[in-house]
Nanobody, 119 residues
């Protein structure tokens, strides 16, 4: 059983920055692709970014490309999401997730952290 715990959310003004963290309980964390997702009120959950196990490859949603950076520290079992130039439309609950070893689906999810961007 993998436990994922996010932190770092909060209230920030438009144009500001936040860094989210997601700590994993699993010692084999370095074997997993990790992703960040978000869900705004009244909307479906959407993909934000993902990073391969060795951190060498990242993918971003078009809406955050150039503003957000996903990274990981396998020694700390932690994945990060650095969010810069935040916009009110980035307001959502942000959740990290672990992807299955085989396949593109995610099988473990954190509880989420709220990010609110004021205009």
């Amino acid at each position: 059983q993998v436990q994922l715990v996010e932190s770092g959310g909060g209230l920030v003004q438009a144009g500001g920055s936040l860094r989210l963290s997601c700590a994993a309980s699993e010692r084999t964390f370095s074997s997993y692709t990790m992703g960040w997702f978000r869900q705004a009120p009244g909307k479906e959950r959407e993909f934000v970014a993902r990073i391969l196990p060795n951190g060498g490859s990242t993918v971003y949603a078009d809406s955050v490309k150039g503003r957000f950076t996903i990274s990981r520290d396998n020694a700390k079992n932690t994945v990060y999401l650095q969010m810069n130039s935040l916009k009110p439309e980035d307001t959502a609950v942000y959740t990290c997730a672990k992807r299955k070893i085989f396949g593109a689906t995610y099988d473990y999810w954190g509880q989420g952290t709220q990010v609110t961007v004021s205009s």
